[in-house]
């Protein structure tokens, strides 16, 4: 059974940095790309970051482009989401999810279950 654990998120003020860890099991992990999504309350769930499997290609949205770092740890088979500068606009609930191919251009089959970020103005 595959699953995605999310954890890292809290409360922080504006400016702050969390944390996020998505660990991996149930599947070969460096044959999978990992990404961050977030949803925001009334709001449509949106794509933060990916990280590729084999050339760990990197992709950001633009919205945390230079506050943001996603990083894996093969060994760990965990993907890390680095927030920095955090504003209350990030306030959402972030999931990380795993493609069913190689590339963060597929198909996201697998979700965590979500872990709450909330920063405070």
């Known amino acids: 059974e595959v699953q995605l654990v999310e954890s890292g998120g809290g409360w922080v003020q504006a400016g702050g940095s969390l944390r996020l860890s998505c660990a991996v099991s149930?599947?070969?992990?460096?044959?999978?790309?990992i990404g961050w999504f977030r949803q925001a309350p009334g709001k449509e769930r949106e794509g933060v970051s990916c990280?590729?499997?084999?050339?760990?290609?990197?992709y950001y949205s633009d919205f945390v482009k230079g506050r943001f770092a996603i990083s894996r740890d093969n060994a760990k088979n965990t993907v890390y989401l680095q927030m920095n500068s955090l504003e209350p606009e990030d306030t959402a609930v972030y999931y990380c999810?795993?493609?069913?191919?190689?590339?963060?251009?597929?198909?996201?089959?697998?979700w965590g279950q979500g872990t709450q970020v909330t920063v405070s103005s």
């Open positions: 999810a795993a493609t069913t191919g190689w590339s963060c251009g597929s198909n996201f089959g697998y």
């Open positions: 990280i590729g499997s084999g050339d760990d290609r990197i």
């Open positions: 149930g599947f070969t992990f460096d044959e999978h790309s």
